[in-house]
């Protein structure tokens, strides 16, 4: 059965940086979909990052430019979330999502319309001040 499960989060102080991880497993990929959301408390789930395996095309959400980076290992099967320089506004619940079978225009719009068929259960992070 196909999953991903999310490891890596915790508590830092403002400034800091946490690197998330994200295991992808049961599914025999092919031009696969990976993103990473995020859930502020009271907000709605919003994309933060994503990639496309067949072009390597990156994604981001403005808040992520510039402070957060994404990377690939194990022949795709993990997607990492660099985060540095992390803001109390930052804190809340990290999902790593998956989808196959895409084009990379799919990706991108998924990624904004945060449609995906796979979903983990979600890592927290917590910036302190």
């Known amino acids: 059965q196909a999953k991903v499960v999310e490891s890596g989060g915790g508590s830092v102080q403002a400034g800091g940086s946490l690197r998330l991880s994200c295991v992808a497993s049961g599914v025999t990929w092919s031009f696969y979909c990976m993103a990473w959301f995020r859930q502020l408390p009271g907000k709605e789930r919003e994309g933060v990052a994503a990639?496309?395996?067949?072009?390597?095309?990156?994604y981001f959400a403005d808040s992520a430019k510039g402070r957060f980076t994404i990377s690939q290992d194990n022949g795709g099967n993990t997607l990492d979330l660099q985060m540095n320089s992390l803001k109390p506004d930052d804190t809340g619940t990290y999902y790593c999502?998956?989808?196959?079978?895409?084009?990379?225009?799919?990706?991108?719009?998924?990624?904004?319309?945060?449609?995906?068929?796979?979903w983990g259960q979600g890592t927290q992070v917590t910036v302190s001040s």
């Open positions: 990639i496309y395996s067949g072009t390597d095309a990156q």
């Open positions: 999502a998956a989808d196959w079978g895409l084009s990379a225009s799919d990706c991108a719009n998924r990624f904004k319309r945060r449609n995906f068929d796979l």
